[in-house]
């Protein structure tokens, strides 16, 4: 690698939020003209570090060099001063102005303090012809289709004569011919000088588009590899594929797969953005079996729980609880026949500002012994929760403590708390140990397990593969919202599930 | 000094003085004990002011045209009656946003005026009392009124019902199931959601209560005070109940005396002029400051 090709090089860079390292001494260099891949779970870092290159946050420690010269960036305004610029997955737009009034946003120029329309209507045409984007610059952006608002974005940047270009995820928001174009849009670039990094999760895409690819997990650097040299099954390995730790797995004490408790047919439903995210889904969960739910985040995994606990209309399709038809029933309807429901984020089954009585009790509240004729009993409500409290071992002073006190593994234990103390004959668990350390982690883990040898039926839905395999007695992979393929666990190892999950069969 | 001794002893200082204070204080308890009840649940009920006027009217027919009851039929009738139109006029944006997502902040705020201008034209037309010179409907049925509390002052029953329901509120809010769902959907709805709260429901059931207790203070009003329906018979109670709702914390209790407090300073204004030639728009001045300080008080603490 020659030294003077180096356009940016970021050295040990440490970024933590709160408790969490995001970024875990990462470094990391981008060479002139060349398309490099960032590759990583959701959670692995990868936009934190360019949010930190873009200037949107600042390093705990690290350098940045900018064509080998040290720089502070403090703002996206250095950072585009620099030759730096961004496309976030969220377009930073204003949508009741035109394409042209959001290119120049802004943007200081000679005619001021007028606005140099013309001048800038007649560089904007150069460059859409340039780089083959073709929008018109008088359009609004609230008219425009995402793949449109994406180009202005890039525009925006081109506009502002980067030379270095960030794309954060840039095809998730594409349909495959738009994602084409954008493809065809960053070889220009590229053949014009330009440098691009391309954060992604998908391998598919790393494969295709990059030179090079760098691989980071929780926060740190895996590996780099030149693309050319590299396959799709070692990037699989690289992304996903952390030593399994422990396996929990007591198959002495399993009780036998018992009756279906949840049945799903043909599922379809639609996702915020009215795109198919659960397309044709179906599958058992019996009795007293944890089947898991393994899949690169966004490929439906949200759409299809929201799907099965009402949280989200279903299209087509059955969903059957216990023998009983819920497609489509209410959330309350759902849990009062026996569904045990942990959301992917404990922060949306808490109330923060409410007391673990009140927590607790939120499920049930409206029934005996809680309430009667309406009006609440605290007294029991708060002796429940006592008992509740010491069962499940979470580590709070007393009972009247807020929720948003707790740490995350207990905010997560009070919620598992509530979801099982009740009488469940199915748990749906989405992402149980997101964002917990080890013991709680482990502590849940253990007890998924001992709730399926009580003979409950459990749904995992998880990104971590060794979760997984550790718990799962069945496994389904799910990519781009449909079931890519069924294993018991005996037949699975983490490569194979890997490349289902890329959304390439094994 | 002289100036808020002035205002202190006026609003407390005599039996009269302490009660055109709580005759002021009466319709921004109740109104600010609705939007107290609409706030906790998050929904943003700027639409007091409409829901008096509301349960005003309502009160007013009952109290005008139901002849020949006796007074334990026919005052609790005239309450009812406005605590229904109250509710009625909550519902609908209640409604609205709980099932078709419309903003409540739009809704709230242009019903009032639907209502207000109603008013008027039941004043002008079909409800104008022709024995009088000015445009003001005949006088409510002596069996409706709201009887006086202290002799020889304006303190009537309202005063006492409007005290009694703060505390009916804090009740309401703090031990019974429907309070804990407003709570709940306030605080975080989704959580409701997955808890498996009925939102929608809870929302449509806020706004009936919101209505109805801003609907009582258009009844106390009409059936306590003027015993007429009369033009702008709120000089936007509903409007200052917000503030007094917010100042209050939202709080039953605190609510109490933060109307409390912004009546001894309507009324206090003038005594305040007078002993020390403060102009009136200086406890105006000092009200704005208020409402601004505490809602930037709440918003901040909310959003962050």
């Known amino acids: ?83 730096i610029g961004m496309v976030h997955q969220h377009f930073m737009q204003v949508p009741t102005l035109t394409v042209l009034d959001n290119v120049i ?93 391309f ?73 915020d953005r009215g795109v198919l995210a659960v397309r044709d889904v179906s599958f058992q969960v019996h009795g007293g079996e944890i089947v898991g739910i393994a899949g690169v985040d966004g490929n439906g995994q949200t759409e299809l729980v929201q799907a099965l606990t009402g949280l989200r209309p279903v299209e087509s399709g059955r969903v059957v ?58 007294e029991v409500m708060r002796q429940s929760a006592q008992q509740v409290i010491a069962r499940y071992d979470v580590r709070t002073p007393h009972e009247r403590v807020k929720a948003r006190t707790l740490s995350g593994g207990n905010k997560q234990k009070v919620v598992i708390a509530r979801e099982t103390s009740r009488a469940i004959k199915l748990l749906i668990a989405a992402h149980p140990t997101r964002g917990l350390d080890i013991g709680a982690e482990e502590y849940i883990r253990g007890l998924l397990l001992e709730l399926r040898n009580a003979g409950i039926a459990i749904l995992l839905v998880s ?18 919202g449909r079931l890519m393929g069924e294993m018991a666990r005996s037949e699975a190892d983490i490569e194979k599930i890997g490349l289902l999950m890329a959304g390439t069969g094994a | 000094m002289q100036a808020y001794g002035a205002l202190v002893y006026s609003a407390f200082g005599s039996v009269n003085g302490f009660a055109e204070t709580m005759v002021k204080a009466c319709p921004l308890l109740l109104a600010g004990l609705g939007v107290t009840v609409a706030f906790r649940a998050r929904f943003w009920n700027i639409g007091a002011e409409g829901q008096i006027y509301a349960g005003g009217i309502m009160a007013a027919v009952v109290g005008i045209y139901i002849t020949g009851l006796p007074a334990v039929v026919h005052l609790p009738l005239t309450v009812l009656a406005g605590a229904v139109g109250g509710a009625l006029w909550g519902l609908v944006p209640g409604y609205l946003k709980a099932r078709l997502k419309v903003n409540e902040v739009i809704t709230t705020l242009m019903l009032n005026y639907v209502i207000i ?78 808890a498996g709260v009925r939102v929608g429901r809870t929302i449509i059931l806020t706004m009936i209560v919101s209505g109805a207790l801003a609907g009582l203070a258009g009844a106390a009003e009409v059936a306590g005070l003027q015993h007429r329906l009369v033009d702008e018979f709120s000089p936007g109670y509903g409007f200052l109940a ?45 009200e704005g400051l208020v409402i601004v300080l505490v809602s930037a008080r709440f918003f901040r603490q909310r959003s962050g």
Request: some cysteine; hydrophobic content about 45%; charged content about 20%.
């Open chain 1, 1 to 83: 690698m020659q030294r003077d090709a180096v356009v940016v090089s970021m050295e040990g860079i440490t970024k933590s939020f709160g408790g969490t390292t995001a970024n875990d001494d990462i470094s990391f260099c981008l060479e002139a003209g060349e398309i490099h891949g960032l590759l990583g779970e959701n959670g692995a870092g990868k936009t934190t570090l360019m949010n930190i290159l873009y200037g949107l946050h600042r390093p705990d420690s690290g350098c940045i060099l900018v064509n080998q010269v040290e720089r502070n960036i403090t703002s996206p305004h250095e950072a585009i001063a620099l030759g």
């Open chain 1, 105 to 197: 946003l802004g943007l200081r120029n000679a005619r001021e303090p007028l606005l140099d329309r013309e001048g800038a209507r007649q560089r904007l045409g150069e460059l859409s012809a340039t780089y083959q984007l073709d929008v018109d610059p008088e359009a609004y952006i609230w008219q425009l289709s995402v793949g449109d608002r994406q180009r202005v974005e890039i525009l925006k940047a081109l506009y502002r004569d980067v030379s270095i270009l960030i794309l954060d995820e840039p095809t998730s928001v594409l349909t495959p011919q738009e994602a084409e174009e954008l493809f065809a849009m960053i070889r220009v670039c590229v053949n014009r000088g330009m440098s691009v990094i």
């Open chain 1, 199 to 271: 954060i992604t999760h998908k391998l598919e895409e790393a494969m295709s588009i990059t030179d090079r690819v760098t691989v980071l997990r929780d926060g740190r650097v895996v590996a780099t590899r030149v693309t050319s040299e590299t396959t799709k099954a070692e990037l699989a390995r690289l992304m996903v594929g952390r030593e399994v730790l422990f396996r929990l797995s007591n198959d002495a004490a399993r009780s036998p797969a018992g009756p279906v408790a949840l049945e799903v047919e043909r599922l379809r439903a639609i996702s």
């Open chain 1, 321 to 378: 609880v216990d023998g009983v038809d819920l497609t489509n029933a209410a959330p309350q309807r759902i849990l009062r026949q026996g569904v045990g429901h942990i959301p992917e984020d404990f922060d949306d089954a808490l109330v923060g500002a409410f007391t673990l009585v009140e927590n607790l009790a939120l499920d049930l509240h409206y029934t005996p012994p809680f309430s009667r004729w309406g009006v609440l009993n605290r």
């Open chain 1, 463 to 480: 990104t971590k593969l060794d979760e997984i395999l550790s718990l799962c007695d069945r496994i389904l992979v799910i990519e781009k």
């Open chain 2, 117 to 194: 201008l109603l008013a008027g034209y039941l004043i002008h037309g079909p409800m104008r009392d022709r024995a009088s010179g000015i445009t003001i409907s005949p006088q409510l049925l002596q069996t409706a009124w709201l009887p006086t509390v202290i002799p020889r002052t304006r303190f009537h029953a309202g005063i006492l019902l409007a005290l009694a329901l703060a505390v009916v509120v804090y009740w309401l809010l703090e031990r019974t199931v429907l309070g804990f769902q407003i709570r709940t959907v306030g605080e975080n709805e989704r959580a409701a959601r997955v």
């Open chain 2, 242 to 286: 917000v503030a007094v709702a917010l100042l209050g914390n939202l709080h039953p209790i605190g609510v109490v005396f933060a109307s409390v407090l912004f009546a001894a300073l309507l009324n206090g204004a003038d005594a305040m002029q007078r002993a020390a030639s403060v102009p009136v728009p200086v406890i105006f001045v000092i």
